[in-house]
């Protein structure tokens, strides 16, 4: 398994390079040779893994869709955290053709999309072929959003030729049918895989943001889209719930939570994606667990919460005991587990301060900007670098809020405000009076934080280029990202306005 998936990764980076010359031996075709050497299930597997790549951690997608936003920052904090000023370009707006995150992020995607296409060579079970074409379908809808136009290949394509592409209303048009048609033969009630109601959920994201994804700067909405998330919301089983505890969703055993319907699945201690990367990027080195210094939250946002918001601020069993750690976020004095004030490496008070600046200089390095912690530590496996959390994709409460959003861009505010409540109800936030596209917004930020939503939702209200904390407004040209230069060699794609 570990050969063949190894060959997927690396055939998969190599056929959208758009290269038209390379080593004959590196001729795109897995196994052709010997067919009994690979099977479907293996595949499978490898597709799912090759997901860990661009989703998982502080490098990724999750880059991109969080820290171009108001929700993160990453402080170039003396020497640490400059990276060239690649964190600054994309917090700024600034990123060029030539960002090596836009690059990475771009190449890793569509190496998902090529490995689970390639699957279907394989003589998979319609239940195999069906979680295939979805994983496919899934990194597609990524590129959509964040290139607008999506490099593709069909099974057995010779990745000595370039990919075909499709520009956003066609790549629309396919998602729509592809997931459609697979949702049948899709599995049932394991949040692990790819499942009906993960592609139900997929469909209606597709249906809310294709307004957005035909024309950004001004998007139309369609009544008969939005009545699409309405009636796909109303589609999905009747067997989740808002979790009582809010990081629940998150913990090392959130597999079990009744409100996570899509997650990419970890096996602690072993074999797992880098969800320690998310834990360690934002806490301090004295911190339990140590981190890295670095992202942070802005005071504009974490002022969107209540004090009572379980999201906010929570000790958390098995954490706080242990650590001293709360779950959420982090402003102010710090402390360990028996209570007893932290300090900084300098030895001052270790006390996380609101404000924060895109470039931190002096004596405050360790110190300045709220904190974040989104997923429940896994202290067992800190050693072994595998957390047992899994990544979450898609929860419950996505999809309430997404039909509630749908009912108020249709006009049908009364009917949308009950669904947004019964979130804040159980996250013990107050109830809203009234419902409008701007404390929507407010409620999609502080359900979803730093869960890569934010940068398609603030597109989607149109704020994304807008000022906000340490940003100017942003050139239109930063809705969509570039392609990168080194995939231009592909002459079907076309570099995107103002690059």
């Not at 394991?190 to 139900?200: E, G, K, S």
């Not at 004090?307 to 982090?330: I, N």
Request: aromatic share 10%.
């Amino acid at each position: 398994m570990k050969k063949n998936l190894y060959t997927i990764l690396l055939v998969g980076c190599i056929a959208l390079t758009g290269c038209t010359k390379l080593d004959e031996t590196l001729n795109g075709q897995i196994s052709d040779s010997d067919p009994g050497a690979v099977n479907a299930t293996s595949l499978l597997q490898g597709a799912y893994i090759s997901m860990r790549s661009p989703y998982q951690g502080n490098g990724g997608w999750w880059a991109l869709q969080q820290t171009t936003t108001d929700e993160t920052i990453t402080p170039t904090r003396g020497g640490d955290w400059d990276d060239n000023g690649a964190w600054r370009a994309l917090f700024l707006h600034q990123w060029q053709a030539d960002h090596v995150r836009i690059h990475d992020v771009f190449r890793n995607l569509n190496a998902v999309s090529y490995a689970a296409t390639d699957l279907l060579r394989y003589n998979p079970t319609s239940t195999q072929a069906a979680e295939a074409r979805f994983i496919r379908a899934f990194a597609q809808f990524s590129i959509l959003d964040g290139w607008g136009q999506v490099p593709y290949r069909e099974p057995g394509d010779d990745i000595l030729l370039m990919p075909q592409v499709r520009d956003a209303q066609t790549e629309i048009d396919y998602l729509i049918s592809e997931l459609t048609e697979i949702i049948p033969n899709l599995p049932t009630g394991n949040p692990q895989v790819a499942n009906q109601d993960a592609a139900r959920m997929l469909l209606m994201k597709v249906y809310l943001n294709k307004a957005t994804f035909l024309n950004r700067a001004t998007p139309v909405f369609d009544n008969a889209d939005l009545q699409m998330v309405v009636t796909l919301a109303d589609q999905i089983s009747g067997n989740y719930a808002l979790a009582d505890n809010y990081f629940d969703n998150f913990n090392l055993n959130n597999h079990q939570s009744p409100e996570n319907i899509f997650l990419g699945a970890n096996t602690g201690g072993s074999n797992s994606g880098d969800i320690y990367s998310l834990i360690r990027t934002t806490l301090h080195y004295n911190l339990n667990p140590s981190g890295w210094n670095g992202f942070a939250t802005l005071s504009d946002f974490y002022d969107k919460y209540e004090e009572t918001d379980q999201r906010r601020s929570s000790t958390y069993p098995g954490v706080t005991s242990v650590s001293g750690l709360r779950m959420g976020f982090l402003e102010g004095q710090q402390v360990n587990a028996a209570g007893t004030a932290l300090v900084d490496r300098r030895n001052n008070p270790l006390s996380f301060t609101r404000e924060v600046s895109i470039i931190e200089r002096g004596n405050n390095l360790e110190v300045t900007g709220i904190r974040v912690v989104k997923y429940v530590p896994d202290y067992a496996n800190l050693g072994a670098g595998h957390a047992e959390n899994d990544w979450v994709f898609y929860r419950y409460s996505d999809v309430l809020l997404m039909k509630a959003e749908a009912l108020l861009r249709m006009g049908q505010a009364g009917a949308g405000l009950p669904l947004v409540n019964e979130v804040r109800t159980k996250r013990n936030a107050s109830a809203l009076t009234t419902l409008t596209l701007d404390n929507l917004l407010d409620e999609l930020g502080r359900e979803f934080f730093w869960e890569s939503h934010r940068r398609t939702d603030l597109i989607r209200f149109g704020k994304y280029l807008d000022a906000w904390q340490e940003k100017p407004a942003s050139d239109p040209r930063a809705l969509l990202f570039p392609i990168p230069l080194n995939q231009l060699g592909n002459t079907n794609l076309t570099q995107n306005p103002g690059y």
